[in-house]
């Protein structure tokens, strides 16, 4: 067989071509501290590493989602905690206007310290995310949750009864968001009669009926009201002349109480029903229907009876009534608003650590899959680069060869 020096060289050229390739790749693993270069290298372990790299970024989008809610419910929880000590104060400060030592310039007073509050909590209820978006206006949070209606004197709820949700894991969403309607109007305003003064009739000239005891009185609206029937919320006082007179108080109807009538106010079920006149005669009065009020429209009314000089005592502890069972209701509501905010941060958190465990758990199987023993990798590369110059050398060697060196 006879050799040409061409295949001598294309043979000692391709074998330092295939050791250079060698050391490169070995050179290329250690760089990047991984076995596997492309998938032909090891197809199976590829194939499993792509699925774990997918779950982690998966996981990651994830915990972004968990850090922006976690942002987004601390924020809400501030602004919550904010709310209640503003509605603590003002409640605070309806019970120091119940002092009857109070002149009216005292009331006025109060009434300017109630105005910033209320500007306060106005603020805070339309308070925006970060994204510039209204933290209670629900789905509607491109609307301002709350506007003032110059037309009717009242504050007004534009946003609507919808919670975002964000979704932090497989199967696992958390409400973002509480809309305005759940926190801040859903408040019962205090339950009271429909009007203070009476109808009255026969020899009853006139009269007037005042809640007195609170408690008491809310148990018979709860027990009595008819939602439906508007008259069977009807109440009646009759007189009947005799020695002495006596009094029924009827519902509808139905006979509820009675006994003997001195002219002294009546108390029945946490009411006080003073009436002018003889008898025989009535008096007719009905109950409230329950209503829902914001803190806003119950610092609105505060202020305006704080400021109204002209309000009988009796109906000023009226408006004070209101006020205090409104703030009172109001902080209960933002209260379990509250709670709900703080129950969903835990619930983030722990979902956040979750995450973490299992991300980190990925990243271990990911790395058991791919990545380099370093120790094999830079003896690998030692003997590839041991392998090359072997080969270069062999080929110098060879080069300088020539039949003359045989034939001397």
């Known amino acids: 067989m006879r050799l ?40 199976a372990a590829s194939a499993q590493a792509l699925l774990f790299s997918e779950r982690i970024n998966i996981n990651e989008q994830y915990q972004k989602n968990n850090g922006y809610l976690m942002s987004r419910l601390q924020t809400e929880e501030s602004v919550l905690q904010n709310i209640k000590a503003s509605l603590q104060r003002a409640n605070t400060l309806t019970i120091q206007a119940g002092n009857g030592a109070l002149t009216a310039q005292d009331r006025a007073t109060i009434a300017e310290e109630m105005k910033s509050i209320q500007a306060t909590l106005y603020d805070l209820m339309n308070t925006k995310s970060e994204d510039g978006k209204f933290i209670f206006s629900g789905y509607q949070d491109n609307n301002q949750t709350y506007s003032f209606d110059s037309s009717t004197g009242r504050y007004v709820y534009n946003g609507d009864q919808g919670n975002h949700e964000m979704k932090l894991a497989v199967g696992v969403t958390v409400r973002s968001s509480d809309n305005g309607n759940d926190a801040f109007e859903n408040v019962d305003a205090r339950l009271n009669v429909a009007a203070n003064t009476v109808t009255p009739g026969g020899g009853v000239t006139s009269g007037n009926v005042y809640v007195q005891e609170q408690a008491r009185f809310d148990a018979f609206h709860k027990a009595n009201y008819d939602a439906l029937v508007p008259g069977n919320n009807n109440l009646q006082v009759n007189l009947t002349p005799g ?14 109480a009675s006994g003997n009538y001195t002219g002294d106010a009546i108390r029945f079920e946490g009411m006080e029903i003073g009436l002018q006149g003889t008898a025989p005669g009535f008096a007719a009065f009905s109950l409230a229907p329950p209503e829902k009020k914001n803190m806003l429209n119950t ?14 005592n009796q109906d000023y502890k009226e408006e004070l009534a209101d006020g205090i069972t409104g703030f009172t209701n109001a902080l209960n ?47 690998e590369l030692t003997k590839e680069e041991t392998a090359l110059q072997a080969s270069q050398a062999t080929f110098g060697r060879l080069a300088q060869l020539s039949l003359f060196d045989y034939i001397r």
């Open 299 to 312: 610092l609105e009314d505060l202020i305006a009876g704080l400021n109204d000089p002209s309000l009988s």
């Open 333 to 379: 509501r933002v209260s379990i608003t509250q709670a709900g905010v703080g129950g969903r941060l835990n619930v983030t958190q722990r979902i956040f650590d979750a995450t973490s465990d299992i991300n980190i758990n990925h990243k271990e199987s990911k790395a058991n899959l791919v990545e380099l023993d370093m120790a094999e990798a830079v003896t």
């Open 243 to 256: 020695a002495p007179d006596t009094y029924t108080i009827t519902l509808a109807g139905n006979t509820l």
């Open 4 to 43: 040409s020096n061409n295949i001598i060289y294309q043979n000692n050229i391709n074998k330092i071509l295939d050791n250079q390739q060698k050391v490169s790749i070995a050179q290329e693993k250690v760089a990047t501290q991984t076995r596997i270069l492309a998938p032909s290298d090891d197809p």
